[in-house]
């Protein structure tokens, strides 16, 4: 059988079977310590910055990284930020100050960045779209184990993700096994079918062999044409009486209470804010519109004030609905914690 062949639910299948066996690899093993460098050309093959041809510099390797993070590349795309570019100088310089506070910083990024992807993956309709958004999130919950294996936060996202992933696994199974039980139904049917057509046609074939002569035409006799009818005098239809009461248009349904969201992204938290542990919860107003887009998002309340707005406006603001069918308010709080 070829891989054109195979059903997509044992394609995904096969994909969540990988992610799960990834993770539980990855919770029963720790993450050795860098090993130190003695000097930074002992080690240039190995650090070498993704597509590069030469080894470079720790300079050219802090200003790429710099640059990823103020592009905001902190964790993405794959090889090619911040976080793997500062990976890169703690394995050369394992006490540089500077590579170990920016990892610090960037830890909590790309501890929610997973946590996004692996709502999305729940949230997708789609199992191919599902099993993209895990395979990112596992991605970069590997950049959370190179940077401290040891956090606290990574038994909780780890059990999440192996339960999420075994969920998946069982879902793409049970879904193979239907693939396979209707392709047997289906050829089941066709051979039926078969059979049966083969059946009539044998039928069809012992009674032509069996049906008698022919009867031979009779004379034809003529007889007198029926007389005529009497000519019947078509009657208009009545018209219909006038209703004394004009009819009235159906009333048109009222949609009740907010369409469901389809898409929900969740505010990224400021850098500042969850530096320095400041929670807090902005309430926003919005309108649906008719095919489901937000529009004239505004904030109606927030605490702390303008700590989280405008997080919580770009979030809203790429939020998609059920299409209404006509334009409808809504409104949402989003909770911001450190801690979650």
Do not use: H
Not at 51 to 78: F, H, I, M, Q, W
Not at 123 to 138: H, I, L
């Amino acid at each position: 059988m070829t891989q054109r062949n195979v059903p997509t639910a044992w394609r995904n299948a096969a994909l969540a079977v990988a992610i799960v066996a990834a993770l539980g690899v990855a919770g029963c093993k720790k993450t050795p310590p860098p090993a130190p460098v003695a000097s930074g050309t002992e080690s240039a093959a190995s650090t070498a910055a993704p597509g590069s041809a030469a080894v470079e510099t720790d300079a050219e390797l802090l200003t790429k990284a710099k640059t990823a993070e103020n592009e905001k590349r902190l964790y993405a795309p794959e090889k090619d930020n911040a976080i793997e570019y500062y990976l890169q100088l703690r394995a050369r310089n394992p006490n540089d100050e500077t590579a170990k506070a920016a990892l610090t910083d960037l830890f909590p990024y790309a501890m929610i960045a997973t946590e996004q992807e692996l709502q999305k993956a729940s949230q997708a309709k789609d199992p191919n779209q599902a099993a993209a958004f895990r395979t990112e999130a596992a991605r970069i919950f590997a950049l959370l184990e190179r940077v401290d294996a040891n956090a606290p936060s990574l038994p909780r996202l780890r059990a999440t993700m192996q339960k999420e992933a075994s969920a998946e696994l069982k879902s793409q199974q049970d879904a193979a096994k239907k693939a396979q039980e209707d392709l047997q139904k289906k050829a089941d049917a066709d051979k039926a079918a078969a059979a049966a057509k083969a059946q009539a046609e044998a039928a069809s074939k012992a009674a032509a062999a069996a049906s008698p002569a022919q009867p031979q035409p009779q004379p034809n006799v003529s007889r007198p044409p029926p007389a005529a009818s009497p000519a019947v005098v078509a009657q208009p239809p009545p018209k219909p009486a006038a209703s004394p009461v004009a009819e009235q248009p159906p009333p048109k349904p009222v949609r009740a209470g907010t369409p469901e969201a389809i898409s929900s992204p969740q505010p990224t938290y400021p850098r500042d804010a969850l530096r320095d542990g400041v929670s807090g919860e902005v309430t926003v107003s919005f309108t649906i519109n008719a095919d489901g887009s937000v529009s004239g998002a505004s904030v109606v309340a927030s605490n702390p004030r303008r700590v989280f707005d405008g997080a919580a406006l770009d979030a809203i603001r790429k939020w998609k609905f059920e299409p209404p069918g006509e334009p409808v308010t809504g409104k949402k709080t989003f909770a911001f914690n450190p801690g979650n």
